[in-house]
């Protein structure tokens, strides 16, 4: 895929991170929409296709692991281009696929920890990657990956019913209980879902709130684009919580207007450093997150 056909799938697929991109340079700009066209195939192919596609994502993570250098990689989208320049890159872009790779049938998450582990595997991933894109030396993977984490948390708590219509239900059962999801959906008691979706928000925010404490670790010219992401993601959830069964009828969304605003503080925040983040997230249940290499860091954080 070239960098022209990347950039068209990002406009395409991915408006907030598209939007937040146009704050990075050049270089960073163009990385970041190939490996997140490369991400949109992968989830593409683990949630809307079949038996061929689902064949497919087993090709892709055959030829990573055979040679993430090789023209065999690069017809599965992969940007070899990544690998050459930033080394091992490919080892955390396994485990993505692999985690995809397990969600592409029915499912049903149990606890609040195999919720984090999930998260981690298809998005804290993905923050791994764009570390090493956006110059973030390897103290800043946690961060990286809990921002992650925190956006696919917000994924979750919007796509309840488009999640539930491809028979997946990733509010975790030791949070509903009993609750007759397809009933609640359909407009009777919507109070256990309700109930789970703030549980699920607030959790998020915790992982926004340990990424962006992180942030200081971004090089200045890559800091404001994904502090923009982070904010305009965040806000999803702000959407969501305002009537959460109404996100279940029509899709939360966030208006033009008030992305320019978070993009505006977060061009204005720029030079703001954090701190570091509370070992406390850690401790609910993701993984330690792994250096770029993929290597696991030892012990929490």
């Avoid at 090789?70 to 989208?77: K, L, Q």
Wanted: proline content about 6%; overall charge neutral.
């Amino acid at each position: 895929m070239s960098a022209g056909e990347a950039q068209q799938v990002l406009a395409r697929s991915g408006r907030t991170f598209h939007l937040a991109s146009r704050l990075l340079p050049a270089r960073m700009r163009t990385d970041a929409a190939e490996l997140y066209a490369f991400c949109r195939y992968m989830d593409d192919l683990a949630d809307e296709g079949g038996a061929g596609d689902h064949g497919q994502l087993a090709g892709a993570i055959a030829a990573l692991e055979h040679d993430p250098l090789s023209d065999e990689a690069a017809g599965f989208g992969w940007p070899v281009d990544l690998e050459a320049r930033f080394g091992d890159i490919s080892k955390i872009a396994l485990m993505l696929t692999r985690a995809l790779a397990e969600d592409t049938d029915a499912r049903r998450i149990a606890t609040e920890p195999e919720l984090l582990r999930y998260a981690f595997g298809v998005a804290g991933t993905v923050g791994l990657m764009m570390c090493r894109i956006l110059g973030a030396p390897p103290a800043g993977a946690q961060a990286a990956s809990h921002l992650g984490i925190a956006m696919q948390l917000t994924n979750i708590a919007r796509d309840v019913r488009e999640d539930y219509n491809r028979d997946r239900i990733y509010l975790p059962a030791e949070w509903i209980g009993a609750a007759d999801v397809a009933a609640a959906l359909a407009g009777g008691n919507a109070e256990p879902l309700v109930a789970a979706t703030r549980r699920l928000l607030a959790l998020a925010e915790e992982f926004y709130r340990s990424a962006h404490a992180g942030m200081h670790f971004l090089p200045l010219r890559s800091r404001a684009g994904i502090l923009a992401a982070a904010a305009c993601y965040r806000e999803i959830g702000v959407v969501v919580a305002r009537d959460i069964p109404a996100s279940w009828r029509q899709r939360a969304v966030v208006p033009g207007r008030r992305k320019a605003v978070l993009v505006a503080r977060a061009l204005a925040s720029t030079a703001v450093p954090g701190r570091v983040a509370r070992p406390a997230i850690a401790d609910r249940g993701a993984p330690p997150a792994p250096h770029a290499s993929g290597k696991q860091f030892e012990g929490k954080p």
